[in-house]
């Protein structure tokens, strides 16, 4: 059993009057961890997987003493996939408000539903996280630094899925499951998607463009569709955490390329699944790629864990001056650049310095790649 970050700040959270939520993508292990969470606080609870076709019925327009009796004398109410149930929001605030002895938590394997539904009923009364697959830091608490930089180039090529970790021998056969509809199973019941083939050709084009920046015209073009469609796709892929967008800096000089975003998976595995290339690292013309899309995910668990809040975008200017990532934080700019090979350098524009004399700059390898995801 891997130890997972969010853990121990759970435990701290527990019987303060208030849901916890959590949010990630499918498999990334959110029903083990609350289960872990429940047996180590020994406290008794009833639980509810809304997945199961009888349980989101037993929510429709419940009172509060119907509540109480399911839940009965339990001191914890689990809801698993609680997006499943409408109004989600507002039976959560009743629990809070009207039982606040009792703890709720709540699971989601896509926020489209659930966050959009208790942002406003829930305001003030709850803790909500996301649970991501494993971290290079979770990783390396179990296995040591040495191991796991060792494993490196599988987890670039594989991911950090909990079954691709615990099972390698299987996980082609997983990565090909998960890519295949599993990932988007709470996507492809909204009613609005017409074309669930759409979105696989739109993500297999996204993989190829992992890096560069996305022009949502041209992916249009390519997929015989419109603008808005593909943009109102990537959103809806974004909320079942399965990519993620990075928005280009742009607030001093005049060439900085503007309104630009590139777009990145939360998942290395997922992403060479979706394009059938489980090649090895030695083999490919893309590492560049996985190594970009692994260290930027990857600094995201790392920052949603440690709770480190900063603004993430990438830079560019219409001179072809570009920074890979950069994070600002309490108002000044660290910039990163990534180099698979140790032995490639790379210089800061005197563009950016002179725009942006407060920074800091690093350029992160596979020799010191592990400084950049265990600190802050």
Known sequence: MINRELLGILQNRLFKQKAIIITGPRQAGKTTLIRLLLNQINQPFVWFNADEPNVPGLFRSIASYELKNLIGKNKIMVIDEAQRIKGIGLTLKLIVDSIPDVQVIATGSSSFDLLDEINEPLTGRKFEYQLYPFSFGELTKENGLLEE????????????????????????????????????????????????????????????????????????????????????????????????????????????????KKIYFYDNGIRNAIINNFNPVHTRQDIGVLWENYLISERIKLAAYQRIHANRFFWRTKLQQEIDYIEERAGKMWAFEFKYNPYKKANLSKSFINAYPDHNFKIINSDNYHEFLLQE
Do not use: C
């Open 149 to 260: 930089k060792r494993l490196m180039n599988h987890r670039l090529v594989f991911g950090s899925y909990p079954d691709v970790v615990n099972n390698p021998d299987d996980a082609v056969e997983t990565l090909n499951w998960l890519a295949d509809s599993y990932l988007y199973k709470d996507l492809f019941r909204i009613e609005s998607i017409k074309k669930p083939d759409l979105i696989i050709k739109l993500l297999q084009l996204l993989s190829y463009q992992v890096g560069n920046e996305v022009s949502y015209n041209e992916l249009a073009q390519n997929l015989a569709s419109d603008p808005k469609t593909v943009e109102k796709y990537i959103r809806l892929l974004e909320k079942t955490f399965v990519i993620f967008r990075l928005q280009s800096l742009n607030r001093n000089l005049r060439n900085e390329i503007k309104k630009s």
